[in-house]
């Protein structure tokens, strides 16, 4: 009997490095492609798993006719409450997807195609992020939509060195877990490490 991963890459999917974030942001650019501009956006902003980036509402974003620049959500996966900010650029796509998507309080942010009171699943945002990473050259295997997750909060500790803050925008409650999530090895803390004389 056959392995259920034979053939398949398995194992943590990279982030997205900048200028790939900002190819992908050029090809979502046409009007046709807001909701994927908004979502993909939102997903780098949020770094939220697939599952909660989803079931996100109107209600979740907005507030007075104005997206927020900073909005808390429940996980799905671990019940615990997540903050995170929406920069400018972000929160004038994701109006614009409102405005011409007739999305109003109470409706899912990113619908399904099968009808308004039901969201976007799991299964075609993983579909949509292959298209996103396949139009700029890169090998959809490689990536996920965990790869969003990942990009922004790899950038801030690359930036930084502040785990302790990563483990906040993710919304991890284990330091360790954090620490497995961005891969972190121990020539990475050596070289923090060396940076600091005392």
């Not at 992020?129 to 969003?148: E, F, N």
Request: hydrophobic share 40%.
């Amino acid at each position: 009997m056959a392995s259920w991963n034979r053939g398949r890459l398995i194992g943590q999917k990279p982030p997205l490095k900048l200028c790939e974030v900002w190819a992908i942001r050029i090809r979502l650019q046409p009007q046709e492609r807001l909701r994927d501009l908004a979502m993909f956006n939102l997903a780098i902003d949020s770094k939220l798993r697939g599952c909660d980036l989803v079931a996100l509402r109107v209600d979740d974003v907005l507030l007075s006719g104005r997206v927020r620049p900073r909005t808390t959500v429940l996980q799905k996966k671990t019940g615990t409450p997540v903050q995170f900010e929406i920069t400018e650029q972000t929160r004038e796509t994701v109006l614009q997807w409102m405005a011409c998507s007739g999305r109003r309080p109470g409706d899912y942010l990113f619908p399904s195609r099968i009808g308004r009171n039901k969201p976007l699943t799991t299964r075609h945002y993983a579909r949509l992020m292959d298209r996103w990473v396949t139009s700029v050259g890169l090998d959809p295997a490689l990536y996920g939509t965990h790869s969003l997750r990942r990009t922004k909060v790899a950038l801030i500790y690359r930036r930084t060195g502040n785990l302790r803050a990563v483990q906040l925008l993710l919304g991890h409650t284990k330091l360790e877990s954090t620490v497995r999530y961005l891969g972190i090895e121990v020539d990475d803390a050596l070289a923090i490490s060396e940076q600091v004389d005392i």
